[in-house]
């Protein structure tokens, strides 16, 4: 193990197919066919509930190719001259696409692929909504509702085709939740515009680049590589009222194994017994929700310059090494089964880079840590629960290897960590800009590439979203109020975090009017599942 200050790279896993007894899984990684995490947009993101000031925004770069100018300067003439609906090409789109005297000829529609950038704090995720009893019948901004609203204004979409995406062909290479932030992303849509003069400051297009017709920008999309910054006050101990230091449960239990055979038991204290099942009368426990101390603001500001300890950063790193390769990432998305096929997920790297200390806007130095997951795909949530399983286990002096065990059969709730602190930094499409790259050259197109514009980007992300996160840090007390949340139904993480490292299920029964499941308690402080779900984030 190399020290904690050192920056750690973690390489990826080698050797044959392993499926080892506690159900980790080591194999090549899986066909593209079943790594499906039901997004198609390319995005570089980070997380963000609510960002800072978007007032101050990297220049864009605008690619205006002849042929978009000439289609756009055809469709806003036929727009100024017509009152009608847009006559449209014969496509799958097409209900009754007959002759009509009254019918004008159009533009042709052309696929470009759009790379954007954007600051979530403004909205409810990327991917425009239809109105719902979800938003209670609202239209949701998105940012694809206010790129849609631009394309509208610039004459390139008409009102109608505004409001049925697929009417414009649009495809995403990954979907982004509520508040979340993105330095690269693509959408590949049939635009002939600019759009950044009529979008609000915090989305920015990078470039548009025209693309094939069959293009796809999800499936086109091979790997993904996100970022994740954190304070590393979260390694702080459990506060001492939780159930992780004093267990507070209030009778015996039974604690039962994956089979429903009774193993042991947990006495009033929390200790667990495993030669001694309690008696049949003493088989339930009822827990209370334990009530959280609210720290003063002095309290407060010496927590939030707490410096994470080296052995805490260490056990940290190890549990980062244990997600490389191909893992079976069941327990860290919602909904999924352990025999499901695309619960297996391949990580490709992974780098824990030493901590910064970094002055926030109320002028409290906080220490914060950033990693960058690099893998093909990734489930909805998945980074997050990743990033709270790695920070419960260090702060509650955990055994790491229950992080392997939550490979396999057994079911492990894992609360999501907050979604502020995650940025989809960067987009792969390695076989497609290989496979086309005679064609494009041929025809004057060009790859799908972010590099000629990497210094806009980084200072976009310079200078909007990471300052976004720790305004959000210090004004919200995001990271603190998770913490506290963890620590009040910790009652409901002590199968998995406990001293003996197991995952031991157990029957546990909870007080009328308290909450049944961490994530549900934690929806409360950080977003609901139904608004995260809306946004739709792969990660």
Wanted: glycine share 8%.
């Amino acid at each position: 193990m190399n020290p904690a200050s050192d920056d750690t790279e973690v390489q990826p896993l080698v050797g044959p197919s392993v499926a080892a007894s506690n159900g980790e899984l080591n194999r090549p990684s899986p066909p593209a066919d079943i790594m499906d995490v039901g997004l198609s947009m390319v995005v570089s993101n980070g997380e963000m509930k609510q960002n800072g000031d978007s007032s101050q925004t990297a220049p864009a770069i605008h690619v205006q190719p002849q042929e978009l100018q000439d289609n756009t300067a055809a469709h806003k003439s036929h727009i100024a001259t017509s009152h009608n609906k847009r006559p449209r090409e014969q496509d799958e789109d097409d209900d009754n696409d007959g002759d009509h005297p009254s019918k004008q000829p159009k533009p042709p529609k052309v696929k470009y692929a759009v790379l954007l950038g954007y600051v979530g704090k403004k909205y409810h995720g990327l991917q425009m909504h239809d109105q719902s009893k979800e938003s209670g019948g609202r239209q949701l901004k998105t940012i694809e509702s206010e790129l849609l609203k631009a394309l509208n204004l610039a004459g390139c979409v008409t009102d109608e085709n505004s409001e049925h995406m697929r009417k414009i062909g649009i495809s995403r290479s990954a979907r982004t939740d509520k508040g979340v932030s993105a330095c690269r992303n693509l959408l590949s849509v049939k635009i002939m515009k600019r759009l950044n003069e009529l979008l609000p400051p915090e989305i920015r297009v990078w470039h548009l680049t025209r693309v094939t017709a069959s293009f796809d920008a999800r499936k086109s999309c091979e790997q993904r590589a996100y970022e994740y910054y954190m304070p590393s006050y979260v390694f702080s101990e459990p506060d001492p009222s939780s159930n992780f230091a004093a267990r507070g449960g209030k009778c015996e239990t039974n604690v039962l194994n994956s089979e429903g055979e009774v193993i042991g038991r947990v006495d009033e204290t929390g200790i667990i017994t495993y030669n001694e099942p309690a008696t049949q009368t003493q088989s339930k426990v009822i827990y209370e929700v334990v009530e959280a101390k609210v720290k003063t603001d002095e309290e407060l500001k010496l927590f939030r310059q707490r410096r994470a300890k080296p052995e805490e950063l260490q056990a940290f790193k190890e549990i980062m090494t244990m997600y490389l390769g191909s893992r079976n990432f069941w327990n860290y998305t919602i909904g999924a089964k352990f025999t499901d096929a695309s619960a297996v997920r391949h990580m490709l790297a992974i780098k824990v880079y030493d901590p910064e200390v970094i002055t926030s806007p109320d002028g409290v130095d906080v220490e914060w840590v950033r990693i960058r997951i690099h893998g093909q795909s990734f489930q909805l949530h998945q980074i997050r629960k990743m990033m709270a399983m790695a920070i419960l286990v260090v702060r509650t002096g955990t055994p790491v290897d229950v992080v392997k065990a939550s490979f396999g059969t057994v079911r492990v709730t894992i609360p999501k960590a907050p979604g502020v602190g995650l940025l989809l930094d960067e987009l792969f499409f390695i076989r497609y800009n290989g496979d086309r790259q005679g064609r494009r050259k041929q025809a004057g197109w060009g790859p799908i590439d972010y590099v000629p514009h990497k210094e806009e980007i980084e200072a976009f992300k310079r200078e909007q979203v990471t300052p976004g996160m720790r305004q959000d840090e210090a004004e919200n007390n995001t990271w603190e109020g998770w913490l506290k949340l963890i620590d009040r139904h910790s009652v409901w993480y002590l199968h998995y975090l406990n001293p003996q490292g197991k995952i031991i299920p157990s029957n546990a029964e909870w007080c009328p009017g308290t909450a049944r499941c961490g994530d549900v308690a934690e929806s409360k402080a950080i977003g609901s599942d139904s608004d995260l779900e809306g946004g739709a984030c792969d990660a």
